[in-house]
């Protein structure tokens, strides 16, 4: 069974159970508004390079940030860290 066929059927197992499986990019789009603060080094191999959405300068973020609508450098966040407090 190659990769493919193991997810099938991982996906096939979890639509049996009742769990609703999304395509990634409709699981991200129904997340809550988060964003990643990120530094400009990267410390782990697996780092992912990326973009800061407010000045486009270069950051690196873990994997798992890629779920957070915005990504953006320190020194954009230290700017105006209130735009980004959680409104609750
Ligand atoms: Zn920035």
Redo the contacts with the bound molecule.
């Keep these: 069974m190659n990769a493919n066929e193991r997810l099938k059927a991982i996906r096939a197992k979890l639509e049996e159970a009742g769990v609703k499986v999304l395509p990634h990019d409709e699981y991200v789009a129904g997340l809550p508004e988060t964003t990643c603060v990120c530094g400009p080094d990267t410390y782990f191999s697996d780092d992912v390079k990326a973009k800061?959405d407010?000045?486009?300068?270069r950051i690196y973020h873990r994997p798992y940030n890629q779920a957070a609508k915005k990504k953006?450098?320190t020194?954009?966040f230290i700017k105006n860290p209130a735009q980004f407090e959680d409104p609750q």
């Design positions: 800061c407010i000045c486009g300068g953006i450098c020194a954009c």
